[in-house]
């Protein structure tokens, strides 16, 4: 399969990462629950991990594991009830309101498994709307041939395939040229081909970019395009099995 094809180690973003795999996501002691009472339940639990700047990290776990909580609190969608979030040296946990704003606007992008296109915007449209937000964004119409969508760019979203419609929400995120790229089941909705284009994809931004990416899914085959895998298990992060070859090309340690 494509997406287990080992990546060229050769490549000057992964040497980089290699000889200085500079922490970029650190997560340590995270804590959330959600209802009180008979009702509580901890959804994740002492949770500490740290992911490489430029890395792919996996997040694997059966459904109701944590894996989207843990997604939305990284992506300062909803806050911890203790313990720290840091990306790229901002501790989320103590920005205001406002300032997580700012960080949701020019540090991350969010990929989600139902693509949440604005269906009355074209495919350019749908990603212009973002770069309008950017201080720093990248040219639309290079992205577009990035992503194998400049020809569909006057269409609108039901004229396009789900995969096509999954590259224009990739397409939205990355407009801005984020420091992290968080991806909740971003394949759950597409066939296994289509999901494979789209997991390729992923990997040649995230080379071509050198966005630090964490894709989070059920679905174990994701794991071999991952240069680090995490795997929760009822809120706690039960096993890491690093990708031992790819940790070895790139003198990572678990
Ligand atoms: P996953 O993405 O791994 O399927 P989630 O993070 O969505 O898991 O959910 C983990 C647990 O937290 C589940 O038991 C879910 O029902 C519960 N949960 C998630 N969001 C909420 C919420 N807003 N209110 C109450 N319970 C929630
Ligand atoms: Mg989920």
Known sequence: AAASTPRAAS???????ASSPAPYLQVRDLCKHYG????????????TTTVSKG????????????K????????????????????????LTSLTSKQLGEYRRDKLGFVFQFYNLVPDLTIRENIEVTAHLSANPLPIDDLLHSLGLYEHRAK????????????????????????????DEPTGALDYQTSKEILELMENVNRDY??????????????????????????????????????AARDLTW
């Open 156 to 183: 609108f979203p039901r004229q396009v395939s789900g995969g096509q419609q999954q590259r224009c929400a990739i397409g939205r995120a990355l407009v801005k040229n984020p420091g992290l790229l968080l991806c």
């Open 36 to 47: 009180e009472g008979e009702a509580r339940a901890t959804v994740l639990h002492d949770v």
């Open 11 to 17: 490549t000057s973003h992964a040497a980089d990462a």
């Open 210 to 247: 050198g966005c630090t990416v964490v894709i989070v899914t059920h679905n174990d085959a994701i794991r071999h395009m991952a240069h680090r895998v995490l795997r929760l298990r009822d809120g706690k992060l039960a096993e890491g099995t690093a990708n031992v070859e790819r940790m």
């Open 68 to 91: 989207s909580t843990f997604l939305n609190l990284v992506g300062g969608l909803e806050a911890a009830d203790s313990g720290s979030i840091n990306v790229g040296g901002t501790e």
């Open 55 to 66: 890395e792919i990290c996996v997040l694997l776990g059966p459904s109701g594991s944590g």
